[in-house]
C-alpha cells in the first residue's frame, strides 16, 4: 500500500522569505500523480499544486513550485515571498486509482506559520 | 461555483447515539469520498462511493457505514457514536477518469460526549 510521510509537523518563516516543505511517499507504482493541498482555519481544503509522474519538469503555480525527485520518492513544495495568507496546514497526497476513482492517500500534514 | 456542502460545521453528539454527516455536491460527479482528519495522522479514508448504491471500504471503517441513493449525496452514519469517533470529517468528491484531485466540503468537527 502506499504511504506518504511529512516529516515536518510545524514549520515557520519570516513573510517575503522562502520555505520548503517536505514530503516522501512509497509506491511501487510508476505512473501516478502527487499534490499539495492548503488547509487554512476556514477549514476548505484547496489544491495547490499537482505533479505528473511521468513528466520530468517540475510543476509551478506562481509562488508556489515543487521539487519531483521521483528515484528517491521526494516531493517537496517550494513556497516564495511568503504572505501572510499562505498561513495554513499543508497537505501532501499520492494519487492512486481504486475501482476506476481516483484515491488520494494523505500525509500527516505540516502546519506553516508565517512571522509577520 | 460548484462545490461539496457538508450540512453541519460544527455537531455535539452523545454516546450510543446514532449519528448522520450528510454531504451533497452540485457537480454530477461520480466518486465521492468520506475522510476524518486527525492531528499528527492527516486524513483517513473512511469509505467512498464510484456510483449510486455502490461503496468500497477505505482504509478505517470500523464502526461506521454510508449510503448513497442519489447521485449528488454521501452519507456518513455512525451507528452508535462513541468518544473515540470525535474528530474533524471531510467529504470529497471528483469525476471519473480525471487525475486533477478532489473537491472537498467544508468539513464537520463531531465532538462525542
Known amino acids: 500500500a502506499q504511504t506518504v510521510t511529512q516529516s515536518q509537523p510545524e514549520m515557520s518563516v519570516q513573510e517575503a522569505e522562502t520555505v520548503t516543505l517536505s514530503c516522501t511517499y512509497d509506491t511501487s507504482e510508476s505512473d501516478y500523480y502527487l499534490f499539495w493541498y492548503k488547509q487554512p482555519p476556514s477549514r476548505q481544503m484547496i489544491l495547490v499544486i499537482r505533479q505528473e509522474a511521468y513528466k520530468q519538469q517540475n510543476a509551478t503555480e506562481n509562488r508556489f513550485s515543487v521539487n519531483f525527485q521521483k528515484a528517491a520518492k521526494s516531493f517537496s513544495l517550494k513556497i516564495s515571498d511568503s504572505q501572510l495568507g499562505d498561513a495554513a496546514m499543508y497537505f501532501c497526497a499520492y494519487c492512486t486509482r481504486v475501482q476506476g476513482a481516483q484515491k488520494l492517500v494523505f500525509g500527516q500534514g505540516t502546519r506553516l506559520t508565517i512571522n509577520p | 461555483d460548484v462545490k461539496v456542502t457538508q450540512s453541519s460545521r460544527y455537531l455535539v453528539k452523545r454516546t450510543g447515539e446514532k449519528v448522520f454527516l450528510e454531504c451533497v455536491q452540485d457537480m454530477d460527479h461520480e466518486n465521492m469520498f468520506w475522510y476524518r482528519q486527525d492531528p499528527g495522522l492527516g486524513l483517513r479514508l473512511i469509505y467512498f462511493?464510484?456510483?449510486?448504491?455502490?461503496?468500497e471500504k477505505g482504509d478505517i471503517p470500523e464502526g461506521y457505514s454510508v449510503s448513497r441513493e442519489k447521485k449528488e449525496r454521501f452519507s456518513l452514519i455512525l451507528e452508535s457514536a462513541s468518544t473515540n469517533q470525535t474528530s474533524m470529517y471531510l467529504c470529497a468528491s471528483t469525476r471519473d477518469g480525471t487525475n486533477y484531485g478532489y473537491t472537498f466540503g467544508s468539513g464537520t468537527r463531531l465532538t462525542v460526549v
Open positions: 462511493s464510484y456510483d449510486v448504491k455502490m461503496k
